[in-house]
């Protein structure tokens, strides 16, 4: 298995630190806001590349942290008359609702900025120590010049970046490139206690903190945006590998960008858009479905005419797979007849999962990979009638549901209900939860779920959409 490592500028083979396990960490959120079609893109990669690791039998550990205290969480709090904590809290809800309706398996660890800071003090008074920060009026700064590849993630150097800085002028800092891992309390602002005074931690020193904590010193892959790469991970590196004197990451990988109608998406282009509100006409499965046409390292342009085919892909595939089914059911031979003898079935199955896992091996490359099941696809259509013997069917479908399951694509149709119906049964649930009975209520639940309708409950009832 090859993958793409930022920090050297190729590809290189796949070999974990420790045999049969992976460390993994993932940038999370920022949870001030419902993510946007570009968060869901990490979020739905690096999903798919931890899913092929298990399936490679590798025992993944991974971690995605929650950014539960920033200025904008500040800011949103401030506009909403709320404390900061309602909004991290309801924004990190609706981020485990929509992560879920992208299939996204739940991470190993959900660290919160707010609950590791006692750890960030720790390791700032050891880069202090060290001689890498130094702290002026109740701020810490971590000293650029005295880590010597910094800059090697971004292959930028130190003279470079000087030159090109576009940061405001700050006399406390003693290099312009000198980022911040401590800053003073501001009036109105929510601060902890600390050596220097009260205050908050930066942000790049969250993710260096929370990797070693959890997963080590030294992690197998650092994953996120394109935009992360400098300055956050290059800082992140010139943290953790100034205080532990180790590597910090083996591979780094990064998305690229999504755009929108060949444009960046920007909210004053008005071409800004969350996933719910793709979700209010696409589905879930339809958007991750969608991200994995393109590889990651490429860019991906989003428009209503290329979500819509690829509405139109995933539906042949799923139409395929429920055609198989409805032949399942009708199949009379338990084993394969003449003609799927003569296919060699067992070898022409087996070229369509190779191919795929060619694919996947090369750095992740998902377009290719479902190539691969359209082939099948049109293998199945092809090969099947009413005289198919059931195992043969049976296999197909099988392979099918395998690799679509790599990449967190639902191979199924779900049957669709109509608004009254969904309507009818959050009446039955509301009455189950007045009634006491919650296994009820939970079943209707889980039941709505799996035919794609996601439940809200809210201070203002239940809302509920497609997902």
Known sequence: MKIYNTLTNKKEAFESIEEGKVKMYVCGPTVYNYIHIGNARPLIVFDTVRKYLEYKNYE????????????????????????????????????????????VKPATIYPKATEEIDGMIKVIEQLIEKGYAYEVNGSVYFETKKFKPYGKLSNKNQEDLEAGARIAVDTEKRNPMDFVLWKPKKEGEPAWKSPWGEGRPGWHIECSVMAKKYLGDSIDIHAGGEDLVFPHHENEIAQSEAVNDKQFSKYWMHNRFVNVDNKKMSKS??????????????????????????????????????????????ERIQTSRDNLEHLLKNAQQDDYNEKESMLNEEKELEKYKTKFETAMEDDFNTADAISAIFELVKFANKNTDSDSSNKFIEDIIILIDELCGILGIVSK??????DEEINDLIEKRQQARKDRDFALADKIRDDLKDKGIILEDTREGVRWHRG
Request: hydrophobic residues 40%; negative net charge.
């Open 413 to 418: 149709k779900k049957k669709i209900l109509l």
């Open 60 to 103: 993944v550990t991974f971690v995605s942290n929650f950014t539960d205290i920033d200025d904008k969480i500040i800011k949103k709090a401030n506009e909403e008359g709320v404390d900061y904590r309602e909004i991290s809290s309801k924004y990190m809800k609706e981020f485990l609702i929509d992560s879920e309706g992208l299939n």
């Open 269 to 314: 282009l008005g071409n800004f858009f969350t996933v719910r509100e793709i979700v209010d006409e696409f589905s879930y499965d339809v958007i991750r479905f969608f991200m994995l046409n393109v590889h990651y390292r490429s860019p991906i342009n989003f428009s209503r005419d290329l979500i819509q085919a690829a509405a139109n892909g995933l």
